[in-house]
């Protein structure tokens, strides 16, 4: 089975800070994804890659950027966290067609 | 305009009902359609992947209407168990390639 790690379980963090999230998939898939999941609004995609160092914006990536330097490994960076990126984090992995998701990150910006 | 919309329930049946779930996409190029299962407080989990024919695994049935834009899943003979929230899943093909997108979820309450 695809293992999809996402390296915190839980987070908390101070407004301004910066925040990294990391995910890392052990089944050599071209494909990863980050989504953040709130209530009432769903799963939003916020940036994904196709390959190493390769990025795509999302439907919402203003405040966030990321960085693919392995293919294994995609990380989510929150340049300056602010209250409103409180969120549940999903990253996911994908050869074609459906995904693998991690367990996600809930952070919590204060 | 919403890409995958879904009824979010809550529907409630007894153990043992069949219930149905609808969906719709207003993409015309999507080329892949799932349905995928998720438990409170953790990750989407790929329940069953559709396809044009319709398909069957087990309990769950799913089929998609093209023409229609129309996506279903029928649980037959539910169980406690399948409590949870259903996502509809439809691929964006207009440029981002593998990219899903994910209707809001309908919750699903089986109860004894």
């Known amino acids: 089975d695809v293992k999809v790690t996402q390296s915190s379980r839980y987070l908390v963090k101070r407004t301004g800070e910066k925040v990294f999230l990391e995910c890392v998939q052990d089944?050599?898939?071209?494909?990863m994804f980050w989504y953040r999941q709130d209530p009432g609004l769903g799963l939003r995609l916020i940036y994904f890659?196709?390959?190493?160092?390769?990025?795509e914006k999302g439907d919402i990536p203003e405040g966030y950027s990321v960085s693919r330097e392995k293919k294994e490994r995609f990380s989510l960076i929150l340049e300056s966290a602010s209250t409103n990126q409180t969120s549940m984090y999903l990253c996911?992995?994908?050869?074609?067609?459906?995904?693998?998701f991690g367990s996600g990150t809930r952070l919590t910006v204060v | 305009r919403k890409e995958v919309e879904q009824d979010p329930g809550p529907f409630n049946v007894p153990e043992g009902a069949t219930v149905a779930f609808n969906c719709t996409y207003s993409?015309?190029?999507?080329?892949?359609f799932f349905w995928y299962r998720q438990d409170c407080r953790k990750e989407p989990k790929l329940l069953m992947s559709?396809?044009?024919s319709g398909n069957e695994d087990g309990r769950f049935t799913a089929q998609l209407n093209r023409a229609s834009q129309y996506i279903s899943l029928l649980i037959r003979d539910s169980k406690l168990s399948d409590s949870a929230t259903y996502l509809c899943?439809?691929?964006?093909?207009?440029?981002?390639?593998?990219?899903?997108?994910f209707g809001k979820g309908t919750s699903l309450l089986v109860t004894p």
């Open positions: 996911a992995s994908s050869l074609v067609g459906g995904y693998t």
């Open positions: 089944m050599d898939h071209e494909n």
């Open positions: 890659s196709y390959d190493v160092k390769m990025k």
């Open positions: 993409n015309s190029a999507s080329q892949s």
């Open positions: 559709v396809y044009s």
């Open positions: 899943v439809v691929n964006n093909r207009d440029g981002s390639g593998y990219a899903l997108n």
